[in-house]
């Protein structure tokens, strides 16, 4: 069974800091797979934020928070942490990790590449 349990999240100001974590559990952790983080603001969808790709490190970051955010993987891979600095008010949103398998060029973006997801973690930047 993989389970996924986000935590970090808080209320910061526009400038400020968090770090996600996420703790991984099942055989997720002993295999290849994308680990993900996604967003959903209240009366949006749920919005793509950042990969890793668990085989080699890569990762891969949307627009809005590229040069801002950081993913990154524990040592022993249980773990995915998401840095965000340079926090801005559209940053608001519950915040999902995500993990799931390589469906092919550029599949590390798209929600219906993972099966699994956590509860989410709810990070509010306020201006």
């Known amino acids: 069974v993989v389970q996924l349990v986000e935590s970090g999240g808080a209320s910061v100001q526009a400038g400020g800091s968090l770090r996600l974590s996420c703790a991984a559990s099942?055989?997720?952790?002993?295999?290849?797979?994308?680990m993900a983080w996604f967003r959903q603001a209240p009366g949006q969808e749920r919005e793509w934020v950042s990969s890793?790709?668990?085989?080699?490190?890569?990762?891969y970051y949307s627009d809005s928070v590229k040069g801002r955010f950081t993913i990154s993987l524990g040592n022993t891979k249980e773990m995915v942490y998401l840095q965000m600095n340079s926090l801005k008010p559209e940053d608001t949103a519950m915040y999902y990790c995500?993990?799931?398998?390589?469906?092919?060029?550029?599949?590390?973006?798209?929600?219906?590449?993972?099966?699994?997801w956590g509860q989410g973690t709810q990070v509010t930047v306020s201006s």
């Open positions: 099942g055989y997720i952790t002993t295999s290849a797979n994308y």
């Open positions: 890793i790709w668990t085989g080699n490190d890569n990762t």
């Open positions: 995500a993990a799931g398998p390589n469906r092919g060029l550029g599949s590390y973006r798209r929600r219906d590449t993972y099966n699994y």
